[in-house]
């Protein structure tokens, strides 16, 4: 019982908890506003905002402001959000770019009768934009600053 109770009193895991959990809410808000509900968006990548930004940057703020920016916890934090954020930005957003092309092809494909390459559909929603990315990123400063000062 105690591991729980430690858990959520652990401001190392509710800044960026917490900001992944807003970061998803507020994408299937701005998606269902902009082109109705879809539940999808409840666990799925890409959006605005960016929960894989939010996620780390939340762990690299809070971590900073306990241990300090020369502390080995802190270069960890960083270097994991590199690598995450360039992976949101690169390697996922081109993943998603050709998802959308191989979704055109089938589409023509199959309007000139001819057999598509996948019956299934790519996933068109996997990376981010640099907004995305900001987004979720000012999102992640605003929930560790918010967590840090929670009263316990």
């Not at 979704?103 to 023509?108: G, I, M, R, V």
């Amino acid at each position: 019982m105690y591991f729980i109770t430690d858990l959520f009193t652990n401001k190392i895991f509710l800044a960026p908890a917490s900001a992944w959990f807003l970061a998803q809410i507020l994408k299937v808000v701005i998606d269902t506003v902009k082109s109705g509900f879809c539940k999808e968006r409840l666990i799925g990548g890409g959006g605005m905002p960016s929960s894989h930004a939010a996620t780390v940057t939340g762990l690299v703020v809070i971590t900073a402001i306990l241990y300090g920016g020369a502390s080995f916890e802190f270069t960890m934090a960083l270097f994991f959000a590199f690598i995450v954020i360039y992976d949101a930005r690169g390697v996922r957003y081109e993943t998603q770019r050709q998802g959308k092309a191989l979704n055109n092809l089938n589409d023509e494909r199959q309007e000139e009768g001819k057999q598509p390459l996948d019956i299934i559909k790519f996933k068109e929603k996997l990376g981010h934009t640099i907004p995305e990315l900001v987004a979720g990123m000012v999102l992640g400063i605003v929930c560790a600053v918010v967590v840090y000062h929670l009263p316990f």
